[in-house]
């Protein structure tokens, strides 16, 4: 869907890149939404309380995922839409489920029978293979690739240029709620909830 009017939460570096992919994808930037003034963007930053009513939806263009989900609750508290935008060279498979909220960076790739909820960031070059599983708010940094049958849970982040072994169709790998993966980590079993990860093979710091 093209040709919408959004608004981009959050005018810090996210936010800058979450106004281009909204261009990309067709749509047209009324506003970003920030409770601090912020100079020299491409629109203007106004409070959450004083949006326009032309807005259709909003982009939640925050990096961390507690701070994602906080902030989409406000947004729909508002009694506004979360937006979902995806970059045209993003390329999404068959019955691969997104939920509210999802922003796909260029060269994205999600191939096919997935399930994500809402509020995911799969940034640029970042891909994800068959029957994965995602909760709220996961964040595939650039570069990071996660094979097949991997679930995670809640608010996941993935660092930069991660990578996993594949699960079983029987025995996922399974990645637990706010928990982190470092960048240039490789995960090669479970990670409990909570806990970060680093190093090759990746291990709890």
């Known amino acids: 869907m093209s040709g919408r009017r959004l608004a981009v939460f959050g005018a810090g570096g996210m936010g800058r890149e979450a106004a281009w992919l909204v261009h990309a994808a067709g749509d047209t930037l009324v506003c970003f939404v920030d409770d601090r003034a912020v100079e020299g963007l491409d629109a203007p930053v106004i409070p959450l309380e004083a949006l326009p009513a032309e807005v259709e939806g909003v982009v939640v263009a925050i990096g961390a995922p507690t701070t994602r989900v906080r902030v989409a609750e406000r947004v729909l508290a508002a009694g506004l839409a979360l937006a979902s935008v995806a970059h045209p060279t993003a390329q999404v498979g068959p ?62 982040f993935v660092g930069t240029g991660a990578s996993f072994v594949n699960g079983l169709p029987d025995r996922p790998l399974r990645v637990g709620d706010d928990s982190v993966v470092g960048a240039g980590a490789c995960v090669v079993r479970d990670v409990p909830p909570g806990v970060t990860v680093v190093g090759v093979p990746a291990q709890s710091r």
């Open 95 to 156: 019955r691969v489920t997104l939920g509210p909220g999802a922003l796909l960076m260029p060269h994205a790739v999600l191939t096919a029978d997935i399930t994500l909820g809402r509020l995911a960031q799969i940034n640029v070059g970042a891909s994800l293979s068959h029957d994965g599983r995602a909760g709220e708010a996961l964040t595939l940094s650039p570069g990071a690739h996660v094979p097949a049958n991997v679930h995670f849970g809640e608010r996941c």
